[in-house]
């Protein structure tokens, strides 16, 4: 190991150790195959170099899960993406007040932690 390699470890160590330990949020109960699956859907949606997008695309859902309940996500954005259905069957949720205002709430949440994280 050279002395820059021993040196660059030694800093990387000592800035490790002084950070203070952050526990987990209540609100941040999001379970794993969700975020999986939210992350490769941005990453898809979005263009830019696949590294770069696996960190906005992930600090979006951790900005999200700062706001919203796993219950709360899981609402909005089922509603959100249920707006888009063609037909009669969309229309029913396209017609609910409920819907609408569950939509908007996740929209904006989720445009908010977008900005946050510099996606878009």
């Given at each position: 190991?050279?002395?820059?390699?021993?040196?660059?470890?030694?800093?990387a160590?000592?800035?490790?150790?002084?950070?203070?330990?952050v526990?987990?949020?209540?609100?941040?109960?999001?379970?794993?195959?969700?975020?999986?699956?939210f992350?490769l859907d941005?990453?898809?949606?979005?263009?830019?170099?696949?590294?770069?997008?696996?960190?906005?695309?992930?600090?979006?859902?951790?900005?999200?899960?700062?706001?919203?309940?796993?219950?709360?996500?899981?609402?909005?954005?089922?509603?959100?993406?249920?707006?888009?259905?063609?037909?009669?069957?969309?229309?029913v949720?396209?017609d609910s007040?409920?819907?609408?205002?569950?939509?908007?709430g996740?929209?904006?949440?989720?445009?908010?932690?977008?900005?946050a994280?510099?996606?878009?």
């Amino acid at each position: 190991m050279t002395r820059i390699n021993r040196l660059i470890l030694a800093v990387a160590t000592a800035a490790g150790l002084a950070l203070p330990a952050v526990p987990a949020s209540a609100d941040n109960d999001i379970p794993t195959v969700e975020r999986v699956e939210f992350v490769l859907d941005c990453m898809r949606n979005n263009s830019g170099p696949r590294q770069e997008m696996l960190y906005k695309c992930s600090c979006t859902l951790d900005e999200v899960s700062k706001v919203l309940t796993h219950d709360q996500f899981v609402d909005g954005s089922t509603a959100a993406n249920a707006m888009s259905i063609g037909g009669e069957r969309g229309a029913v949720l396209r017609d609910s007040e409920g819907a609408k205002t569950e939509a908007a709430g996740y929209r904006g949440v989720l445009a908010k932690a977008k900005k946050a994280c510099f996606l878009n």
